[in-house]
């Protein structure tokens, strides 16, 4: 008897211990989880209608669909949430809402579609009040902007105004952003705030990005985007008017490795252009570098094309298809384009005889007007 009331005791004891370790993982479990709850702004318009969760780095996350006003999402924290807020996304044909919430482990948020961010901690609070803000300031220069538009139907505006305006609002959203991070240093608040300000970096040539980033903590530093961000606002910088060009290796029409050392600075004004052959204004672009290159020649100025993707043989067929008589470079990785920040195509930068960059984003008229200036050529108007 004894023996047997032993053995109960063990098997208690040890049905004790699982049990106290099953509630610990279930209490563990549910400390991880998190949940959000949504309601739609019309019943009638969005009923039916699916909803997305996404993060620009991991992808979709889920979906629901909008049933009596309302959606669900939840699921189990993971660290990678930490990189930036989980977008709630509607794209239906009539509407386009986009709300952010921050996930943390064991929280439960809500949202209304109508609403920048998730409510339910301080930092979904506060990251809405900030995000409500900047729209609050775009808002009203946008509407600003709408006035001298029609002040424009009746008279001329001076380009001067309306660039007045959008640096005005570009500064007054960078100052609301540094206000925040004063209170958020080193959380997901504070890297949307300092992506703001590195994204309108190229509208304040004053802006000293290292002396904004220099008290925040990992949590933003060293956040992917935020380094993504930076490396590209650095890359302006260094590729604004004003600065001296940035030395690139490519190679030329015959395979040849080539810098852009070889052609920039060397005492003759210089066109970078950026092209492709699967763009058509491009190709439009190219009878009127034609003329300046006959024009020309290279007593006063020198044209440099580059070609940005393709491969060797497609530059070699183009270049014999239109006749280009200039040096043509490959930028197969996009090495160039990415350094010298080329957004869209065509682009064409001019460099002085120093090799320090003039003007941008030229094309057509603003390319002819620019050179006449520089080249000192009434003829060219």
């Known amino acids: 008897m004894r023996k047997v009331h032993k053995q109960n005791l063990i098997l208690a004891a040890i049905c004790i211990l699982l049990i106290a370790e099953a509630s610990l993982w279930s209490i563990h479990y549910r400390k991880q989880c998190w949940e959000i709850k949504g309601t739609a702004p019309d019943a009638l318009t969005f009923e039916g209608v699916r909803v997305y969760l996404e993060n620009e780095h991991l992808g979709p996350i889920d979906s629901a669909i909008i049933r009596d006003s309302k959606f669900r999402f939840s699921g189990k924290y993971s660290p990678q949430y930490e990189c930036e807020p989980l977008r ?38 506060d990251l809405g009040q900030y995000l409500y803000d900047c729209d609050s300031i775009e808002g009203y220069y946008y509407s600003e902007l709408r006035k001298l538009s029609l002040e424009a139907l009746e008279s001329p505006v001076p380009l001067s105004r309306l660039d007045s305006l ?21 959380d997901l608040v504070g890297v949307e705030a300092l992506a703001a300000i590195l994204v309108r970096s190229n509208s304040i040539p004053s802006l000293n990005i290292n002396e904004v980033m220099k008290d925040l903590g990992p949590k933003i530093t060293q956040n992917r985007h935020i ?47 950026f092209w492709a052959s699967w763009c058509k204004p491009c190709i439009t672009q190219m009878a009127l570098l034609n003329k300046l290159a006959g024009k020309y020649s290279t007593e006063k100025l020198d044209i440099i094309g580059i070609h940005i993707g393709g491969s060797l043989e497609e530059l070699r067929i183009m270049r014999q298809k239109l006749v280009l008589n200039w040096p043509q470079l490959l930028d197969e990785e996009r090495k160039a384009a990415q350094q010298y920040n080329v957004m869209f195509i065509p682009e064409a ?30 003829e060219l108007q």
């Open 88 to 125: 709630i996304v509607v794209r239906a044909p009539h509407a386009h809402y986009v709300s952010l919430a921050i996930v943390e482990p064991n929280t439960k948020l809500t949202v209304d579609l109508k609403d920048f961010s998730a409510k339910g901690t301080l930092l979904n609070e």
């Open 166 to 186: 959008y640096f005005c609002m570009q500064n007054a959203i960078v100052e609301r952003s540094e206000k925040t991070l004063q209170v958020h240093p080193d």
């Open 227 to 273: 380094i993504e961000l930076r490396k590209a606002a650095i890359r302006e910088m260094l590729t604004r008017e004003g600065a001296l060009f940035t030395d690139v290796e490519l190679v030329d029409s015959h395979g040849h490795p080539v810098k852009l050392s070889k052609y920039a600075g060397k005492g003759k004004y210089t066109i970078l252009d």
């Open 349 to 378: 930068i001019l460099l002085d005889p120093n090799g320090c960059i003039i003007a941008r984003n030229l094309g057509g008229k603003q390319l002819i007007d620019t050179l006449s200036h520089y080249l000192d050529d009434p």
